[in-house]
């Protein structure tokens, strides 16, 4: 029998925080971030540290906040590098938790499913994730690189940007599956996704390697001279790991990646700021236009979200290149901790059945052309 309220509790582990939201079905009741102390978190020195640090952070959160844990009927936990699969509504398992033991890459995500899993299994309730960083819905036409060895790899904003595609087709009174769309989540990294009637058929790799750089990443680059350029640095992978996904963008220029300070000093008449900002946006653009090809020029909306988006250079900047393209909507900021709420909610309403975790195969020519 179904209740009248549900009680959700989410959480998404960031590189430098972590969220939490408690929810009454999709009311967010409580939404909380803490920043941590960076000598803190260096302190943790394997991944079991850090799940024990952020997962007391967790309970000193709900305790102070007066929230009754046994009036929850779910956790959810932000999705991180499992396997790659489709979009939706999952229920943890062993053989995710196994699978983040030893994930692909190194990211405070990877930590959603095991502090919900945790939670949920000290008050015998089910855990979720919904719409990993890995969600894959690439066709196999996006999949190949050009080089055989190498295929490309759906990493991005997944539960975000599903999140505003669907608020945005709300806005536009159709339903999701019944639109084209182009949807960019503008944050730490830069997801630009083509959306097909369902289904995000491609999307750059906001993590490494592909698309407009971003506040810390260094997006696509001349092949050649990165690949000359690591050999004459003699990094091992995790230093060029690192460059690449911290130390590069504007960040890599300007020394800062901070939003308001980067307009501020455009304010100020900073020309460089001014110029790599625009350069940004620029890549951006280019990127959005490439996603209108993949769906044949038939585009209902390009959306818009994320921090950046609430900066009026770059967003000016970008919609002046973009606008001929479709009708433009941007909504800002992060609907995540929402985004959460929602999925396990349909899960417990029975809307939705929630998912089994089974990983695809890997992507291969062979698969694509049986």
Not at 48 to 64: A, G, P, Q, T, V
Request: hydrophobic share 40%.
């Amino acid at each position: 029998m179904k209740k009248a309220d549900y009680y959700i509790l989410t959480i998404n582990p960031g590189s430098m925080s972590t969220k939490v939201g408690y929810h009454r079905n999709t009311e967010c009741l409580l939404e909380e971030e803490v920043l941590h102390d960076p000598q803190e978190l260096s302190a943790c020195t394997t991944p079991e540290e850090e799940f024990k640090y952020r997962r007391d952070l967790i309970m000193k959160i709900l305790e102070k906040n007066g929230v009754d844990l046994t009036k929850l009927d779910a956790v959810v936990g932000r999705g991180g590098f499992i396997k790659p699969v489709e979009s939706g509504t999952y229920q943890i398992n062993q053989a995710m938790l196994t699978d983040l033991k030893t994930p692909a890459y190194d990211h405070p995500s990877n930590l959603g499913a095991p502090l919900a899993w945790q939670i949920a299994q000290d008050l015998n309730i089910p855990a979720y994730l919904v719409d990993p960083v890995v969600v894959d819905e690439m066709s196999d036409l996006a999949h190949l690189s050009g080089m055989p060895e190498i295929n490309r790899k759906s990493i991005f904003h997944a539960l975000n940007i599903r999140a505003v595609a669907h608020i945005a087709a709300g806005q536009l009174k159709k339903k999701y599956n019944q639109l084209n769309m182009i949807v960019v989540h503008m944050g730490g990294g830069i997801s630009v996704t083509a959306h097909q009637k369902g289904r995000i058929v491609d999307v750059n790799n906001a993590l490494l390697g592909q698309g407009p750089f971003s506040p810390r990443r260094a997006g696509t680059l001349p092949i050649y001279d990165f690949a000359c350029w690591v050999l004459r640095s003699g990094f091992n992978e995790k230093e060029v790991f690192k460059k690449l996904a911290k130390g590069c963008g504007l960040y890599g220029y300007l020394g800062t990646d901070n939003g308001l300070e980067i307009d501020e000093a455009i304010e100020r008449g900073d020309k460089k700021t001014r110029f790599i900002l625009e350069a940004m946006a620029y890549q951006i653009a280019k990127e959005v236009g490439a996603m209108a090809t993949v769906l044949e020029g038939k585009i209902d909306s390009i959306v818009f979200s994320g921090g950046l988006s609430r900066s009026p250079y770059l967003m000016d900047w970008v919609k002046a290149r973009i606008g001929w393209i479709a009708p433009i909507t941007i909504i800002p900021g992060q609907k995540e901790l929402d985004a959460m709420a929602t999925g396990a909610l349909k899960a417990l309403t029975g809307e939705e059945k929630a998912k089994t975790y089974s990983p695809q195969p890997p992507w291969s020519v062979e698969r694509a052309i049986m």
